[in-house]
């Protein structure tokens, strides 16, 4: 599981629904939320937790795209499997990891310190209260 340490900047809500936008060192985040607990507000320190399997990875990324958490990332590690890879990441926000497929893999040509975009779905992220 992927953890960054982020700040809730904005929180804004609709019935039972919330968007919740996060400063992640810099990196500006969002995330889906339903029934948001009341010790999450404005100003809060986190947790933002997310799969490995939920991190798509792009290289040359330019233009727009649905995912609400794009950023950028280097390569620092490439864990080759015989179907799937474990692709390490360091961003302004901390490090990560991705598993993508092996085809994924050769058909970008990533390689070790590539610079990749990282793209994450706002509904993939989860929090964490810190004590």
């Known amino acids: 599981m992927?953890?960054?340490?982020?700040?809730?900047?904005?929180?804004?809500?609709?019935?039972?629904?919330?968007?919740?936008?996060?400063?992640?060192?810099?990196?500006?985040?969002?995330?889906?939320?339903?029934?948001l607990q009341p010790f999450f507000r404005t100003g809060s320190s986190v947790q933002v937790l997310f799969k490995e399997t939920e991190v798509a990875l792009a290289k040359r990324f330019t233009g727009e795209t649905s995912f609400s958490n794009c950023f950028p990332a280097i390569i620092t590690a490439i864990k080759n499997g015989s179907i799937l890879a474990e692709i390490s990441l360091q961003s302004k926000a901390g490090s990560m990891e991705s598993i993508i497929t092996m085809k994924a893999v050769k058909r970008l040509g990533l390689q070790l310190h590539d610079e990749v975009t990282v793209l994450v779905k706002a509904s993939q992220l989860s929090l964490e209260a810190l004590p």
């Open 2 to 35: 992927n953890r960054l340490s982020a700040v809730i900047s904005s929180i804004v809500r609709h019935e039972s629904l919330c968007l919740l936008e996060l400063d992640a060192s810099g990196i500006k985040l969002e995330m889906l939320l339903f029934d």
